[in-house]
């Protein structure tokens, strides 16, 4: 069974400091994605990733792929308010279905 | 452009009583469609997807179904709500690697 986690689930951080978030999945993928949602609202697309050691970034956010260890990560440079979301993590199985992960809910203090 | 709409917005039903939310896409022909669930507070799940005009692949047994009666519609119905099938209901299309989401309709079954 297809398994994608996200870690950490909840993460509070200050103002101008850095982080990063990581997903991890069960299965063969070459194809990921990661997605904002604010509160009470849809996703929004922010990355997709088409294959081993893609890596794209967008203002403060930097996604990475490593399919070899399964592996993507989400690193927030100089953290700002606005960055306050949920961050989603998708891995497509076929090209017909993604799953996806539990997201992180992630607070900027400041 | 491309479009996504969904309708209705929010929807309070008692347990019980039938159910039926629309998703339209504009703007695009043949489009892969998709019906996900999230609970509160939850990841997203995935329910239904559909390539073409009559095909529908469930993921999850359970008391709602789908349907695509023309190319750009797609469909979720319940003949008898339960409790649980409170959540918000998102709808998305895939083009070129990428999902891209409707508004949502929040569904609250009392």
């Known amino acids: 069974e297809l398994k994608v986690e996200q870690n950490p689930l909840f993460l509070s951080m200050q103002e101008g400091k850095n982080y990063t978030i990581y997903c991890n999945y069960s299965?063969?993928?070459?194809?990921l994605y990661w997605y904002r949602q604010d509160p009470g609202k849809s996703l929004e697309s922010l990355f997709v990733l088409l294959s081993n050691g893609a890596v794209k970034q967008e203002g403060r956010l930097m996604a990475s792929l490593d399919t070899k260890a399964r592996l993507s990560t989400l690193h927030i440079t100089a953290a700002v308010h606005d960055l306050s979301a949920t961050y989603f993590c998708?891995?497509?199985?076929?090209?017909?279905?993604?799953?996806f992960g539990p997201g992180t809910s992630l607070s900027v203090i400041p | 452009s491309q479009t996504i709409h969904q309708w209705p917005a929010t929807l309070v039903q008692p347990v019980g009583s039938p159910l039926s939310l629309e998703c339209t896409v504009e703007?695009?022909?043949?489009?892969?469609l998709y019906w996900y669930r999230q609970a509160a507070g939850r990841g997203l799940q995935l329910l239904f997807y559909?390539?073409?005009?009559?095909?529908i692949s469930s993921e999850v047994p359970q008391n709602l179904s789908a349907s695509r009666p023309q190319d750009r519609q797609f469909i979720l119905s319940s003949k008898k709500l339960l409790l649980s099938d409170s959540g918000f209901y998102l709808c998305?299309?895939?083009?070129?690697?990428?999902?891209?989401f409707g508004p949502g309709t929040r569904l609250l079954v009392l």
């Open positions: 559909s390539v073409g005009i009559g095909q």
């Open positions: 299965t063969t993928s070459d194809r």
């Open positions: 998708a891995v497509d199985i076929t090209y017909d279905k993604v799953i």
């Open positions: 703007g695009t022909s043949n489009p892969n």
């Open positions: 998305a299309w895939s083009w070129q690697e990428t999902q891209y």
